[in-house]
């Protein structure tokens, strides 16, 4: 018997009510499609036992359907779900049903949580409490549609698959993960974990404090050593997260007769870390130099230090920076370069020395940063630079001095995964491999891919009540990634991002796309 096309989740106005031999049971309903069901909190009925289910799905609206198990999940303490597929239904209930789950989808794609507070704030409603309710009313529906990333956790851990647990539902689902930034998949990689296992017995757990109170280990000087050589930069700096390097370096370096340039599509951590520096800052068209060029044209003049801050590829389009068109402004302008790698650094350029090797201009670029949680598969961040200026921000940046170092373990596998990155340069090759395997299979399905060609592969779906039902959809069938909403995007944008692994195998590809395009198909998406 085939799996029915769960589809969807729905919050109903009331329990459903299941009938067995006469026996009825309130279950909730965890999903609604049009041609099934998953049940939560019933007995846990055989395969293929008929049941009579009554929907309320509205205020006085209430559908009766037969229907029969066709899966089991287990849901953890006790609690079980099974999948049921309505039987012999009317064009008329079809119809309903359908209505329903696209009136939910409508109802979550219409409100983005990170998007409420202002549009509650523009009606004039500004009681926190009341801000708080209406926010916790919206996650509550999106995690009960498995939307609400942040209710979702592995089981243990992750590959290329994992265990996805809703914190809400309790419901475990195998998948195929696409949300995460473990490019080369070193968090797997046996002698990565050996080495943080022995630092850990050496070293013991934390750092117990920052840098200038005495946090650093050997390891880290270590880490700061490989990283300079790497960057061929003079010193590199530590910080505890990519986030704080990035948070550190941009609120500490521009000072009170300065500005900064910023793509329009850097990350917050950049946004963040000229926002609390106080600095003008101006942000320019997403990677297009001849804005830049006339940014910097009308206001370097007027200002005695200027820093241009760019990703070397983007977090959200995966495109990549014209890093060499960027760097010859410098022959025409007076300013300093910084460019975050962190979807670059450990799989571009020669032994994974980042994109600024790759594309010759690292003699160039002032400042190189990039965040150790991705391709170094542990936590904390670098800034890489001439000495002087990292004794600037070791002097000034607070995130530097106020912030416990990365604990023995988390360096010791940064060590580890550098060692991997110079040593495996298969690791960096299947991943390159898969991305253009992947890519190719998206477009000839007629995916819009936007100009992103690095491993990370966005989906626009422009629709927000269609993108949370295909991401959703998709989740159903054992594919997990998350919607990119703002304020990751701009308001009222959304895609669907893949990051490709160098763990995905080509089995994972294809079912994925082709999962992906049926479903798209079906929401007529492509
Ligand atoms: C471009 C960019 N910079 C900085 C960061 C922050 O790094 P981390 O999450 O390791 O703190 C991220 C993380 O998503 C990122 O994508």
Redesign the pocket.
Known sequence: MSLPRISARVTLQAPALVSDRGESYTCEVASLSATGALLVGGPRFDLDRELFVELQVAEGEVVFLRAHVVRHQHFGEGRYGVGVAFQALTPEIEGQLTRVVTEAYKQLGARVLGQVRGELQRRGVTDIAAVADELQRIKEDQARAHLFAADLFTEGGSDAVAQIVSGTTGEARECVVWSL?LYLGLNREQRVIDRAREALSRFGTGAGTSPPSGGLSRLHHQIERRVAEMTGKEKALVFS??????LGALSALPGPKDLVLLDREA?A??IDGVRLSGRKWIAFKHNDVADLESKLERYAPHHENVFVAV?SA??MSGDLAPLREIAALKDRHRFYLYV?E??TFGFYGEQGRGYCHEQGVSDRVDFI?S????ATAS???FVAAEERFCTLLQASATAYIFQACLTPPDAATILASLDEIREHPEHARSLHEHNAYMREALAREGFDLGTSSSPVIPVYVPDLEKLYRLCAQIYMEGVFTVPVVYPAVGPNEGRLRFIVNAHHTREQIDRTVATLARNARALELI
Do not use: C, I
Request: glycine share 12%.
């Open positions: 930034n997260t990519g986030y704080s390097a990035n990350h951590s950049m990703e983007y977090s975050d962190a979807h940063m965040t150790f949680s991705k936590m904390g961040g």
